[in-house]
Nanobody
Framework: QVQLVESGGGLVQAGGSLRLSCAASERTFTWSNWGWFRQAPGREREFVAAINWSGGSTYYADSVKGRFTISRDGAKNTVYLQMNSLQPEDTAVYYC????????????????WGQGTQVTVSS
């Protein structure tokens, strides 16, 4: 099973920016979509963004649309999440995952998860 390693989290003031990275241990993968989820204390894990690896189509939760950008680097087997205009409500542990599929109830992962990276936004 592919291993995912996230990095780039940290503490930032409201209005600031962070870029998260998610590197995969393998180059050969059959799934189409990579993505990010997040989980705040006391809340369920929620979808943030996804990208289609081959075509580059992107998908975002309404709460981050216009502020976050997901991208990929095929040569590095890495997906990025550029987060701008961060707000305290963006505070959460952010998880990378693969083999994301969108159903009638939203996005679900059928693949590996990273260990998570903490993002804290102070007001």
């Amino acid at each position: 099973q592919v291993q995912l390693v996230e990095s780039g989290g940290g503490l930032v003031q409201a209005g600031g920016s962070l870029r998260l990275s998610c590197a995969a241990s393998e180059r050969t993968f059959t799934w189409s979509n990579w993505g990010w989820f997040r989980q705040a204390p006391g809340r369920e894990r929620e979808f943030v963004a996804a990208i289609n690896w081959s075509g580059g189509s992107t998908y975002y939760a309404d709460s981050v649309k216009g502020r976050f950008t997901i991208s990929r680097d095929g040569a590095k087997n890495t997906v990025y999440l550029q987060m701008n205009s961060l707000q305290p409500e963006d505070t959460a542990v952010y998880y990378c995952s693969v083999d994301l599929r969108r159903g009638t109830t939203g996005w679900t992962s059928f693949g590996s998860w990273g260990q998570g990276t903490q993002v804290t936004v102070s007001s």
